[in-house]
């Protein structure tokens, strides 16, 4: 079993409220849990107007398909026009960890 887990440091656009910043961070979230079937969700920076950071996890038999489920996932948050990555942390646990 592989645990693949990712961290994406968000820097949103205009935003002046945290029920403004709730509106852009929670489609982001649903979409990535309904699109990629994995664990997500925000995990820090909740009292930061401009920043986010979104947590998710990916579990598989198989490596690569961590691989390519955790890549797809940091492009899909990356091509979101109304957010900036600023960096991204993944992490992989093996059946040797």
Do not use: F
């Not at 990712?6 to 929670?26: A, F, H, T």
């Not at 009292?47 to 996932?73: F, K, M, P």
């Amino acid at each position: 079993m592989y645990v693949g887990a990712l961290e994406l440091d968000i820097l949103l656009g205009d935003v002046r409220s945290l029920k403004e910043k709730r509106s852009y961070v929670k489609p982001v979230v649903a979409e990535l849990r309904r699109r990629y079937e994995v664990s997500v969700a925000e995990v820090g920076e909740h009292d930061r107007y401009r920043r986010s950071l979104i947590g998710l996890s990916a579990v598989s038999s198989d490596l690569r398909h961590v691989h390519e489920v955790l890549d797809n996932c940091e492009r899909h948050v990356a091509g979101r026009p109304e957010l900036q990555l600023l960096a991204v942390r993944r992490r992989i646990l093996g059946p040797e960890d």
